[in-house]
């Protein structure tokens, strides 16, 4: 371990408070301040302060997947990414009631039925078209039934958008629909009128009350064509009643001339989910070689994160547990320990932007996730935001550190995207053993305490 040393001195109990005082003390007194307390402790006690950055770390990337049940934002979409290869994203949801005791009248006739999605947000490449498809669910989505990122539901083959194309960048002011002015960005996909008329001859039971109506229908899955290259995925505001509608228009023998209107809308007491597919044999050689092939050693030159399920890296400090074998009559204080990512690649950020905060966190023996000892100091000391000034993130990781050392333990970390469940985003993050000066690194100021 090569040690940076920045200061030895000799503290003694008591001299913090001493030295507070010591203005006065040398003003009415001629004893040298260097001889202040040395009557208190024996000339054997004394803490030496040290720093380094040389503490060895391996990482590696591998395959995630995560709980994607409910979250803020239905993902929708598919791109073409050159390090990470392609992806998928689309979502399976309920229908929620916006009235009960709906009645089409006498001879209801369909005009037309359209998805309309709120769109708060995309992430990569809009000018490629998106070609969306949208099927009707065989199997219901259970309230009690946990969800992830690779679950699927059985759905009817029948593609009712028919292959609709659209850019994740439509018009978001004033558009016109019907009797309404729509001030949000949304996409309308119209769908076939066979799923229409589906809904309008559902046993009139179907419409007493949204349970009713899940009974008799299961729901919508919603997803994207795979793209040759760009392309992006959409942030989809799923329970924006106003904005994200299934949207059925028809007349009757009452309104021969006038099409009415009924909506479908999705709560917060409606279940739906995320399905992410990933493509990784797409990627780069360097990420598919350690990703896929299991190359390991890959990692120390650069690693991945990627969220919707997709990619979180594994991080350890083999050597910690035997940090304190060389000092047999000291201790070891850890003062502070920072881990910093610095992030490579990011020349090309209007299209590939860094994340706002990653997920640090504990892998236990059993494989399950541990919040570290540091995370509950808040997050202004433990950190994790990226600092675009520096393109890196930094973790305080000085409390796990200690316990390391203390406990002979081996806790290795594994390091992710915050919201990886409900947003697109990706950072390649500069390995250990990275040729470069900027590289991940462990960076250590800790006391060595005599007896």
């Given amino acids: 371990m090569k040690d940076r040393k920045i200061r030895h001195t000799v503290l003694k109990d008591g001299l913090l408070l001493i030295m507070g005082v010591m203005v006065f003390l040398s003003s009415s007194c001629k004893k040298s301040p260097d001889s202040i307390g040395n009557e208190l402790l024996s000339e054997n006690n004394y803490i030496g302060m ?242 896929i092939n299991g190359d390991t050693i890959l990692g120390q030159e650069q690693v991945y994160l990627q969220s919707m399920g997709g990619v979180k890296t594994v991080i350890g400090f083999p050597n910690l547990q035997t940090w304190g074998d060389a000092f047999s009559d000291e201790h070891i204080v850890i003062n502070e320990a920072k881990l910093i990512l610095p992030a490579i690649g990011m020349e090309d950020s209007t299209l590939f932007t860094a994340p706002q905060t990653l997920v640090l966190v504990g892998i236990k023996d059993d494989g399950t996730s541990v919040l570290l000892p540091d995370y509950y100091e808040g997050t202004t000391y433990f950190g994790g935001q990226y600092n675009s000034l520096n393109q890196s993130v930094s973790f305080r990781i000085t409390e796990y550190m200690q316990h390391i050392i203390q406990n002979k333990a081996n806790m290795k970390l594994s390091l992710g995207i915050n919201g990886a469940a409900y947003n697109a985003q990706r950072l390649i993050v500069a390995g250990p053993g990275a040729n470069a000066e900027n590289k991940m690194r462990l960076e250590v100021t800790y006391s060595v305490v005599s007896e």
Avoid: W
């Fill in 50 to 291: 040290y720093h380094t950055d040389t503490t060895c770390i391996v990482a590696h990337s591998v395959m995630d997947s995560i709980g994607s049940k409910n979250v803020t934002y239905a993902l929708l979409g598919s791109m073409m990414d050159p390090v990470f290869g392609g992806t998928e994203a689309g979502f399976y949801t309920q229908l929620h009631l916006s009235s009960n005791g709906q009645t089409f009248g006498e001879n209801p006739v369909l005009d037309s039925l359209v998805l309309q999605l709120n769109l708060g947000g995309y992430y990569g490449d809009t000018t490629t078209l998106q070609m969306v498809h949208v099927y009707r669910l065989l199997d219901t989505i259970s309230s009690s039934e946990s969800y992830y990122s690779y679950s699927d539901i059985n759905v009817d083959p029948v593609d009712y958008a028919e292959g609709h194309q659209f850019r994740p960048t439509p018009k978001t002011s004033n558009m016109i629909v019907g009797n309404d002015t729509i001030d949000r960005p949304v996409v309308r996909i119209p769908l076939n009128h066979q799923l229409g008329e589906d809904l309008m001859n559902l046993d009139a039971t179907a419409y007493q009350n949204p349970d009713a109506f899940k009974a008799q229908f299961n729901g919508l899955y919603v997803t994207c064509e795979s793209v040759g290259y760009g392309g992006a995925i959409s942030y989809v505001n799923l329970t924006s009643n106003l904005y994200s509608q299934l949207q059925l228009y028809y007349h009757n023998d009452e309104s021969p001339d006038r099409s009415l209107r009924y909506d479908f809308y999705i709560t917060s007491a409606d279940n739906y989910f995320n399905r992410f597919k990933h493509d990784y044999s797409q990627g780069s050689d360097a990420f598919v070689s350690q990703l």
